[in-house]
């Protein structure tokens, strides 16, 4: 069984009745909102949850209010999302807005802007939809950011496997603890390459 704990420093614990080790990653804040265009903490007004379908985006907000900001567990599910509906490719490079229109809706399509910074964004809610009266978006550099912080996770899962000699076929359970761990889609953190993809407990 492999226990992580997600966070800025996340702990990995992985063993059975015959013998258990850990180590720890540092995984940076990226989890928890920083360095993060448009991140905050999970308090009120955070995009807790994303799901993208061809009809659109919908949101789940932490209080049910305007969204203000985007917490690391709407970090790691619009990644997802993305990358499902092929609007990410594997390398973690969003689609242009051109390229997006032959994979989906133009309401999706639509959402693919240029940001301040030049650079590529992906709209999770437009000004007028928001609490703070400008959009909220997940830019190029924010998924660049999850990939620096999911590797060091998904780096550290590498040792301790490594360490007890058997592969991710093996794993039994994965336990996703901590306070900002436990509210992770266990799906995402799958696509995302987070953790092992073992099959989800429904």
């Known amino acids: 069984r ?8 996340g702990e990995i614990i992985l063993g059975s009745n015959l013998r258990t080790v850990a180590t720890a990653a540092p995984a940076g804040p990226a989890f928890e909102g920083a360095q993060i265009k448009d991140g905050m903490r999970a308090s009120e007004g955070a995009i807790e949850a994303v799901v993208i379908t061809n009809e659109g985006i919908e949101l789940q ?43 989906v809706t133009s309401e999706l399509s639509e959402r693919i802007v240029t940001d301040d910074d030049g650079a590529r964004a992906f709209v999770l809610a437009w000004p007028i939809e928001t609490g703070t009266d400008r959009q909220i978006v997940l830019s190029q550099r924010d998924i660049r950011e999850l990939q620096f912080a999911k590797a060091a996770i998904s780096g550290g899962i590498e040792v301790v496997l490594k360490e007890l000699g058997i592969t991710p076929a093996e794993i039994v359970e994965i336990y996703l603890a901590g306070s900002f761990g436990s509210y992770i889609n266990p799906q995402s953190a799958r696509v995302i390459g987070l953790v092992p993809p073992v099959p989800v407990d429904s």
């Open 61 to 103: 907000v932490i209080g049910d209010v305007l969204p203000v900001g985007l917490c690391g567990s709407g970090l790691v599910d619009v990644v997802a999302q993305l990358r499902m509906s092929s609007l990410l490719d594997p390398s973690g490079k969003l689609a242009t807005q051109e390229q997006a229109m032959s994979l």
């Open 2 to 9: 492999l226990l992580v704990d997600v966070g800025t420093n």
